[in-house]
């Protein structure tokens, strides 16, 4: 490629570049390198507007070369209604980081939900009871439908119920039960059916705790996906200063995620027991008894967003995919 070019992809580019399998490999590598020291420390921004937030997510990664990633991804509650627009939209500029160069220009859309529910595969990998089968999943929209997709991927599921506040679960049940050829029910009370599950994963935009400690079994895999700003929460903090807690990056949980609000609480940094990038490459164990309850919580990272980025734009190289142009020209 012509050093002077920058790539664009748009989110078709993007889908069709890397496949949904492929990503929980890319993430895990990625945090692998982050506990090797081949990462630079990824930073989270929020930005607070009328109508919504923009998360800025930044951070670099040493893969086949040095890459530098910056998404700025908006989340716009009401963009359905007002303007028939995704809720969360946004680009990924990703550089050169010998040079700076801006590399590629994409949108994250794709990215930011395949990526996200890659990391709870790969922390069900290493922290769920290899043989669970029954899995709850609360939030029934675009990312509850990748995340029991990414799981399909690392644990034989074999059942599976749908929790929302609205009707969309009746629909996901359906839907998904047809795509993945597994009983998947739609449930109005979530008690029961966590009671039931040896996973559960929470993927809400949630501003106060639904998921009770009195609600999960021993054993159970908790990945907490819906908080990544501080007004989140979907977890009782309790379920948290009480269990093995597992996190993304310490101290972004620590601003934005669950464990922000068990902080607050009276839980101390010191009781985490580990990010998944130290269990990932054998410093810290993962699972070690199959009746530990594990909260995963998961902010999502910038090190997931390089990391896809740069498979996307290398994977463009190759097959001569992406609009090039100078975005410098005179």
């Known amino acids: 490629m012509n050093s002077k070019e920058t790539l664009l992809f748009s989110r078709q580019d993007v889908c069709s570049l890397i496949a949904f399998y492929e990503y929980i490999g890319i993430v895990e590598d990625a945090f692998r390198r982050h506990a090797e020291g081949k990462s630079w420390r990824p930073q989270l921004m ?29 989340d716009f509650p009401n963009n359905s209604a007002r303007f028939g627009m995704p809720r969360i939209q946004g680009t990924i500029i990703l550089c050169d980081g010998e040079n700076g160069y801006p590399l590629a220009i ?39 439908r990748a995340q029991l997709r990414a799981l399909m991927q690392v644990l034989s599921v074999g059942q599976v119920y749908a929790f929302d506040i609205d009707e969309s679960r009746v629909r996901y049940a359906r839907e998904m039960s047809e795509e993945l050829g597994i009983p998947v029910e739609a449930v109005d009370s979530l008690e029961p059916a966590v009671r039931k599950s ?56 620590a601003n934005v995620g669950e464990l922000h609000h068990a902080l607050e609480h009276g839980m101390t940094r010191e009781a985490v027991h580990a990010e998944i990038a130290e269990v990932i490459v054998g410093k810290k164990p993962g699972r070690t008894s199959q009746s530990e309850i594990i909260v995963f919580d998961t902010t999502g990272t910038a090190l997931q967003d390089v990391a896809a ?15 090039r142009f100078d975005l410098f020209e005179n």
Request: proline share 5%.
């Open 106 to 144: 994409m949108d994250s859309i794709e990215i930011t939900i395949r990526r996200t529910a890659a990391l709870t595969a790969v922390a069900a990998k290493y922290l769920a009871n290899p043989d669970s089968s029954t899995v709850t999943i609360c939030g029934c929209g675009v990312q509850g």
């Open 198 to 253: 040896q996973v559960c994963v929470t993927c809400t935009p949630a501003k106060r705790p639904y998921l009770a400690k009195s609600y999960v079994s021993p054993g159970t895999f908790i990945s907490a996906v819906g908080a990544d700003s501080p007004d989140k929460q979907e977890l009782d903090p309790e379920l948290l200063s009480c269990n093995k807690v597992v996190v993304d990056l310490l101290e972004q949980c």
């Open 309 to 323: 980025a740069a498979a996307v734009y290398e994977r463009g190289l190759k097959t001569g995919r992406g609009t």
């Open 46 to 74: 929020h930005v607070e507007l009328n109508q919504g937030t923009f998360h800025l997510k930044a951070g670099g990664l040493q893969t086949t070369k040095p890459y530098f990633g910056l998404k700025v991804g908006g």
